[in-house]
């Protein structure tokens, strides 16, 4: 991949998955943008990609609102001349089950992820459009958003609404030439920690040790740089022709998601009454129905 000239911002990208994408973007060229609310950890991804010979700005703000978007465009803007990626990568966690989740619990996500995502969009389309020639939006998604995760009510209505907007925005930047894609990945970070099977593999990575097979490709997680070479190969001209579309990364394992689909359709002459439907339902539906959440290698969850 070959980024020369090309100039990204990353939000969220002081540690963990957002810093892996935006080393991988200046490790094969573009300049970037840096931004975190910590405002150390920003400096140090700048001096990191920079003593690698890359080039790096930071911009310290917290994801949410327009004026941040403002920023953080104007920052690229002001550092390297022009904009040509975004990749939307700042979040929180809040999680709590249903009945113990607070307003503030639901907001503070729901802020980050998905306002924040919508206004930097927003923004980045404003100077693409602006400066003619497209644009790449790379959105991160998640795997719980397509398939729910117990406790995280707030965090998987984020994933799952930036994946419809994805689609949308696919839809409406077409003709501008702005390919616009969501990247769900699974790496060992803060944020899968917390799933009580995977623990103990995380704590092996961090000794040095490799991951399982069955990890890598069963369960599709890896390390944060595994999944960031779909990152830069979405911000290339390679995929150009590549838009509105879902795909998950982790481990050894790349995988497109599908879009939701009808599995199972009946007719009624007349239209459905809840007796009709009673009546139909195990011969028409019980079959189709769709599981909830992910699913992981049986021999893992058992232990």
Not at 202 to 221: D, H, N
Not at 238 to 247: D, F, K, R
Request: glycine content about 12%.
């Amino acid at each position: 991949m070959d980024l020369s000239g090309k100039v990204a911002i990353v939000t969220g990208s002081g540690r963990g998955l957002g810093l892996a994408y935006a080393e991988e973007l200046a490790r094969n060229g573009a300049a970037v943008v840096i931004n975190d609310v910590d405002e150390a950890a920003a400096h140090a991804a700048v001096a990191g990609i920079v003593a690698a010979g890359g080039r790096a700005t930071a911009v310290v703000a917290p994801v949410g609102t327009a004026e941040t978007a403002r920023k953080l465009v104007a920052g690229a803007v002001e550092a390297f001349g022009r904009l040509d990626v975004l990749v939307t990568n700042a979040g929180i966690l809040r999680d709590k089950v249903l009945w113990k989740m607070t307003d503030e619990d639901f907001d503070a996500v729901i802020d980050v992820h998905l306002r924040g995502t919508f206004t930097c969009v927003r923004e980045a389309v404003l100077r693409f459009r602006e400066q003619g020639g497209g644009g790449r939006i790379i959105c991160i998604g998640s795997p719980a958003g397509q398939r729910g995760n117990f406790g995280q009510t707030n965090y998987s209505a984020a994933k799952a609404a930036i994946v419809g907007m994805v689609r949308t925005w696919a839809l409406e930047l077409q003709r501008a030439g702005i390919t616009v894609n969501a990247v769900c990945p699974v790496a060992a970070t803060a944020m899968t920690e917390t799933i009580p099977f995977l623990a103990p593999h995380i704590e092996s990575m961090k000794r040095g040790e490799p991951l399982p097979a069955v990890i890598r490709r069963e369960v599709g997680m890896g390390t944060p740089e595994d999944a960031a070479g779909i990152v830069a190969f979405l911000a290339s001209e390679a995929a150009a022709g590549i838009t509105g579309q879902a795909l998950s990364v982790g481990g050894d394992r790349l995988a497109l998601w599908s879009h939701p689909q009808l599995t199972a359709t009946a007719f009624h002459d007349g239209g459905w009454s809840a007796d009709d439907i009673a009546g139909s339902w195990g011969e028409a539906f019980a079959g189709s129905v769709e599981s909830v959440g992910e699913e992981f290698p049986a021999e893992l969850v058992a232990k």
